[in-house]
């Protein structure tokens, strides 16, 4: 059983459309971080969020952790070709340990 | 600043053969990790080292065994390689801002094992 959940696990959309990918757990946690790795690359971190409900704004996507610290989401608004690529969420376990979900690969088409 | 590096970029070995993966960070960071990303599974911790001089076993550490040479450089070996460990592996780097721990990813190293 996977800790973290990811949905869903592909996604292929146009540009301009909006796009939403969650992120589920049933554990609760301190924290939670969102990656986006592209193609033939590491992946980069984009945001931590802390605060249950909190949002954080990064440009065109928008992450909210849930009240409860057990979910998150991330919302892309307008996507672009150059949004494509694998996001991952991840929480700290164990001796600070990262823990990833499976990761939700997006397709955005011209 | 180069950030996290990693050679090779790729790498074919057959059956038994062995090699070393190597790794390092110029951004003075403590802590240091190997995972392997395979299609499916994600990203999983093999080995990781909190500071110089200690290492620990992750998830998957079967197979491989590492080496924290200094403060800059991870390097991940395999004695005898076998097919199951074809799979793109990443070393990263770890550092506390801002009260939250950030990891920094290297390109990756692709290996296939025939």
């Known amino acids: 059983t996977q800790l973290l959940e990811q949905s869903p696990q592909f996604l292929s959309i146009q540009e301009g459309e909006n796009l939403t990918v969650y992120c589920n757990s049933s554990s609760v946690f301190s924290s939670l971080q969102w990656y986006r790795q592209e193609p033939g690359e590491g992946p980069v971190l984009l945001v931590t969020v802390v605060t249950g409900g909190e949002v954080k704004k990064l440009k065109r996507l928008t992450f909210q952790f849930g009240d409860a610290r057990k979910d998150s989401s991330l919302h892309i608004t307008a996507a672009q070709p150059g949004d494509t690529g694998l996001y991952l969420c991840?929480?700290?376990?164990?001796?600070?340990?990262?823990?990833f979900g499976t990761g939700t690969r997006l397709q955005v088409t011209l | 600043n180069a950030g996290v590096t990693q050679t090779p970029k790729f790498q074919v070995l057959k059956t038994g053969q062995s090699m070393t993966l190597q790794c390092a960070q110029d951004?003075?960071?403590?802590?240091m990790y190997w995972y392997r990303q395979d299609p499916g599974m994600g990203l999983r911790l093999i080995y990781y080292?909190?500071?110089?001089?200690?290492?620990d076993k992750g998830e998957v550490p079967n197979g491989y065994n590492v080496s924290r040479l200094n403060k800059r450089e991870f390097s991940l070996r395999l004695e005898s390689a076998a097919p199951s460990q074809t799979s793109v592996y990443f070393c990263a780097s770890r550092r506390l801002a801002g009260g939250n721990y950030e990891q920094y990813f290297g390109p990756g190293t692709r290996l296939t094992v025939t």
């Open positions: 080292s909190a500071s110089e001089g200690t290492t």
């Open positions: 991840a929480v700290t376990g164990t001796a600070s340990k990262l823990t």
């Open positions: 951004m003075n960071h403590n802590s």
